[in-house]
C-alpha cells in the first residue's frame, strides 16, 4: 500500500509539471504574438487611416490641378528637380501653386488648416495651425520610395525626418516591385496634428499623384 501512494504521489508531481509547463507555453504564446499585434494595431491607427486617406486625397487633387506646375528636372527650384535631387520636395500652397489662381491658394491653406496638417519651420520644428510661417508637412516625392526613404535615414534625428515621421517612412514599402496602374511618376506623403482624449498625436498618409 506503501509504495502504491508513493507512485501516486509522483504521477500527480509528473502531471502538474506537464500542465504547468503546457500552460507556460500557452501564456509565451499569446505573449509573443498579441505584442506585435498591438503594436501594428497602434501603428495602423495612425498610419494611413480614413481620415488621413480622405485628407491626402484632396492634397493630391490640387497638386494634380493645372494651377501646379512641377517644371522639368534641369530647371534649378522646380518641384521636379527638388525631387530628383532632394529626394522629396516641400510643397506650399502660397508658392507652388500659380500666383493667379488665388481660389486654389486659399482652397489649399483651408484645407491645411481644417485637417489639421502639420505646419513646421525650415529646421523642421512645429508652428501653430494658425502660424502663416513655415511650410504645411506636404511632401512629394517618386512613386518609386528607393531615394526617399535613403535620404529619410540620411536625415533621421534632424528636421523633418525626426521622430515619427522617420518611423512611417520606414514602415512604408518601397513600391519598387509594382506600377501604378494610374501610371503616376509621384506620390504625397502628408503629416497630421491629431488629439485624442486630451492627448496629442502625429498621423500619416501617403497617396499616389499623377502630373
Request: charged fraction near 25%; proline fraction near 1%.
Amino acid at each position: 500500500m506503501k509504495n502504491k501512494k508513493l507512485n501516486n504521489k509522483g504521477f500527480m508531481l509528473v502531471e502538474t509539471l506537464i500542465v504547468s509547463v503546457f500552460t507556460m507555453a500557452i501564456f509565451s504564446l499569446i505573449y509573443s504574438n498579441y505584442y506585435p499585434i498591438m503594436a501594428e494595431y497602434n501603428r495602423r491607427e495612425v498610419f494611413d487611416d480614413v481620415d488621413g486617406k480622405y485628407g491626402v486625397y484632396w492634397i493630391k487633387r490640387i497638386i494634380q490641378s493645372s494651377d501646379v506646375n512641377f517644371g522639368n528636372e534641369a530647371t534649378s527650384g522646380t518641384i521636379a528637380y527638388n525631387i530628383k535631387n532632394n529626394g522629396y520636395h516641400s510643397f506650399d500652397c502660397n508658392t507652388d501653386i500659380s500666383s493667379g489662381d488665388k481660389t486654389t491658394i486659399y482652397l489649399c491653406n483651408n484645407l491645411v488648416k481644417k485637417l489639421e496638417i502639420v505646419r513646421r519651420s525650415d529646421d523642421g520644428k512645429e508652428l501653430s495651425k494658425d502660424d502663416t510661417a513655415g511650410k504645411p508637412a506636404i511632401y512629394i516625392t517618386t512613386f518609386n520610395l528607393s531615394d526617399f526613404k535613403d535620404k529619410a535615414a540620411e536625415k533621421n534625428g534632424t528636421g523633418i525626418f525626426s521622430g515619427d515621421l522617420a518611423d512611417y517612412v520606414s514602415f512604408l514599402p518601397v513600391y519598387d516591385k509594382i506600377v501604378s496602374l494610374n501610371r503616376a511618376k509621384y506620390r504625397v506623403i502628408v503629416e497630421y496634428h491629431r488629439t485624442k482624449d486630451n492627448n496629442d498625436y502625429y498621423a500619416y498618409s501617403t497617396i499616389e499623384v499623377k502630373k
